[in-house]
């Protein structure tokens, strides 16, 4: 079956804006009863903190899982059937960030929220592994030249070291939440910035060797 990764692009594009949507959904600005002054709405304000912080956090991290998918597929050159239920996969996980970012808001000093908060993101994590390495296998990207192919070697390896590391980050994460979340915090923050700048290559290298092989065609 010959599938477009532009359409898989899309597909995914609009299931993450409705993750978005429904996270911020979630916070919601407590009732006051009247009359009531300035302070009571500050104070109101002050207790919708921990909820801006864990939407604000799960927002980067949803963006920064957004830009790398965005990455992948661009240097993909087909998609199967296999591939797509993969990306289901990591959907599927990246839908469940709404719940954990809820509670973790409501309660951000339970070890147990933090706990689930890891471990989802564990998971999302492991899913874009699964996804990124049957592509990688099955020799979904683009691989026509030299120059191109010692590029992908280069990207794909450090892509692998920085997954495993993150990985081993959120293991430690877990159960360091039963110790002290401020430990489970610090590191959640680490992943995002490993994988902030997505891993790429040569763009002019991407497209010379995209018109050459098309060129070699008959």
């Not at 109101?44 to 597929?73: C, D, Q, R, T």
């Not at 998971?123 to 874009?128: E, G, K, L, S, Y």
Request: charged residues 15%; hydrophobic residues 50%.
């Amino acid at each position: 079956m010959n599938i477009s990764t532009k359409r898989v692009e899309n597909f995914s594009d609009g299931v993450i804006s409705i993750i978005i949507t429904i996270m911020v959904f979630t916070i919601r600005f407590p009732h006051l009863n009247t009359p009531y002054a300035r302070h009571d709405v500050w104070h109101s304000m002050e207790k919708l903190g921990p909820h801006l912080v864990a939407y604000l956090f799960s927002f980067l991290i949803i963006g920064i899982m957004w830009v790398n998918h965005h990455h992948i597929y661009h240097l993909m050159e087909k998609v199967d059937e296999k591939l797509l239920w993969l990306n289901l996969h990591l959907l599927f996980w990246l839908s469940l960030i709404p719940f954990p970012t809820a509670m973790l808001g409501e309660n951000p000093l339970l070890p147990d929220a933090s706990a689930l908060y890891g471990i989802v993101l564990g998971m999302t994590v492991t899913a874009f592994i699964m996804m990124r390495t049957y592509a990688i296998n099955h020799h979904m990207m683009y691989s026509a030249g030299r120059r191109l192919n010692i590029q992908m070697e280069k990207m794909n390896k450090k892509a692998r070291i920085k997954n495993r590391l993150s990985i081993l980050i959120y293991l430690i994460a877990i159960p360091m939440a039963y110790i002290s979340v401020y430990i489970s915090f610090a590191c959640f923050a680490i992943p995002p910035v490993l994988f902030f700048i997505p891993d790429g290559i040569d763009d002019d290298a991407l497209a010379e060797e995209i018109i050459e092989k098309n060129d070699a065609l008959p």
